[in-house]
């Protein structure tokens, strides 16, 4: 969707300022257009849609830049390039419910829901003669709202559930769901989503929801619902073959195949391959013209900075000498024109790391795309939830393809289950480090806490109530009906 126009609509905005509520509502407008007149053909009710995908896609939005802090950086696998300052504190459980990028996160993504429910909403009642389009539009509005609970629900547990508009100030002053009930949210959404999406989609409209985007998020909703970490689940067995059935839905379609190589899969000329199920489109444009549409994580991850993430030595350790993806963990970066090795300078974090991680530092910068959801997730997805289903001789189809792309073995045939969950657990670590999928693995098996104790960092205070952010101060203080994460 690099070519999808970027659209911020004038929607009826809900002010997060109230310090100033009275002083602005008191102003008379001197124009105005209302959601409930916007939407009144088929070009507008596109518009909508587009402008729900807009929170993602700039450098101001969630993906990848503030979504990376939160879910890659306070992980076994990552450290902070300097030895104090913000990212430091995420790094080291120092934080408290002040912490902006919290705030950030909360927001960005409510921001995303609300717009995808005043398209939800309104959509039905606009004239189109074409149905299919208008339920297409409608799946693709629900497939973001999922998305946007699900991101938050594994970050903060129990949330605000809104499913309307909300229209005043008073709207956003609701308790918080049980994470059940916004499971179930998400689920419907979901289901809406996969029988009303497209399966492929070509030219401008390249990078919007599909149908194996929405089974694939169904996958992992109901992976992250079976898993013994996940807080506020009830029968979790039964999440783990609904899993593996919207898995093998996905590989199905005929639509996706694994890339021959690990390289491929992120290469600035191969973008939207055949093993992407869902990314967030990017044009150019970190402090260019162009209205800030290119992204921040090349930045993050730029091995010759002074302000970046480093690997963490246990993630480079962790990889077999002959695995192919261990080269994106190293300590220098070699100029293919002049052959010249140029070394990492060491980081002067925690961990005194001195190695990068080369997975999104390319040569088109900011505008690569940032991957959600690929195949390679699904397989390992799938492996898992069959051994966790007692399929165990099952699985090994799933895992080897991963581990042979890699140039590893397959694994040993007749693996117990226990002695094959340690090998999916490790496999899902080396295939998907930076990728913000660490975090919320490590929470879901319920190891978060004792992997980063293992660690032995001095400098961190990591304990249980760490295995959810709190909630944000300033939505604390918004909205009197919140109640706090437990420990914080």
């Known amino acids: 969707m690099k070519n999808i126009l970027k659209i911020s609509l004038l929607f009826f905005t809900i002010l997060i300022s109230t310090s100033c509520e009275k002083q602005l509502l008191n102003q008379k407008p001197q124009s105005f257009i209302s959601p409930e007149t916007f939407y009144s053909n088929e070009s507008e009710a596109m518009a909508a849609v587009t402008a729900c995908y807009d929170r993602m896609g700039n450098w101001t939005g969630m993906y990848p830049f503030r979504y990376q802090l939160v879910a890659n950086l306070p992980t076994d696998d990552l450290v902070f390039a300097r030895a104090a300052g913000t990212l430091v504190i995420i790094n080291t459980f120092t934080y408290d419910p002040s912490l902006r990028e919290l705030q950030s996160v909360w927001q960005e993504f409510y921001q ?15 004239p189109m003669t074409n149905t299919a389009l208008k339920n297409r539009l409608i799946g693709e509005a629900r497939f973001l709202r999922a998305l946007g609970y699900l991101e938050l629900v594994r970050f903060f547990g ?91 839905e996905v ?3 005929g639509r996706y195949s694994l890339q021959s190589s690990y390289t491929n899969i992120f290469a600035s000329n191969n973008e939207n391959n055949s093993e992407v199920l869902f990314d967030v489109q990017f044009s150019t444009g ?7 549409e ?22 480079f350790k962790s990889f077999d000498p002959s695995d192919k993806r261990r080269e994106f963990v190293a300590t220098g970066i070699r100029n293919t024109t002049t052959g010249v090795f140029t070394p990492f300078p060491p980081s002067t974090g925690g961990s005194n790391s001195t190695f990068a991680i080369n997975k999104w530092f390319n040569d088109v910068g900011d505008a690569l795309n940032y991957i959600i959801l690929r195949l390679g997730d699904i397989y390992l997805m799938n492996a898992e939830a069959l051994n966790e289903a007692g399929k165990t001789s099952d699985a090994y189809a799933f895992i080897n393809p991963i581990r042979q792309r890699a140039g590893l073995q397959p694994l040993t045939p007749g693996l117990s289950q226990a002695a094959f969950r340690d090998a999916i657990q490790k496999e899902r670590r080396l295939e998907m480090y930076a990728e913000s999928s660490r975090w919320f693995d490590l929470v879901r098996w319920g190891k978060f806490v004792s992997t980063m104790k293992a660690l032995n960092d001095p400098l961190s205070q990591i304990s249980e109530k760490h295995t959810l952010f709190p909630i944000p101060q300033s939505e604390m203080d918004r909205n009197p009906a919140l109640k706090q994460n437990p420990g914080w």
């Open 294 to 315: 290119g992204q921040l994580i090349s930045g993050l991850y730029n091995p010759l900075g002074s302000n970046n993430f480093y690997a963490r030595p246990d993630l």
């Open 251 to 253: 590989i199905d379609l």
């Open 112 to 126: 995303m829901i609300q717009n995808c429910n005043y398209a939800i909403s309104q959509i039905p009642n606009t």
């Open 158 to 248: 129990d949330l605000p559930l809104v499913t309307e508009p909300t229209k005043s100030f008073e709207g956003l002053k609701i308790p918080r769901t049980p994470a059940q009930k916004v499971y179930e949210q998400i689920i419907e959404d979901l289901k809406f989503a996969e029988s009303n999406l497209d399966l492929t989609y070509t030219g401008s409209n390249i990078g919007r929801a599909t149908i194996g985007a929405a089974k694939g998020l169904l996958a992992k909703t109901y992976l992250t619902m079976a898993s013994p970490g996940t807080q506020g689940i009830a029968d979790k067995a039964k999440y783990w073959q609904l899993a593996a059935d919207k898995c093998k």
């Open 286 to 292: 970190y402090g260019t013209t162009t209205a800030g």
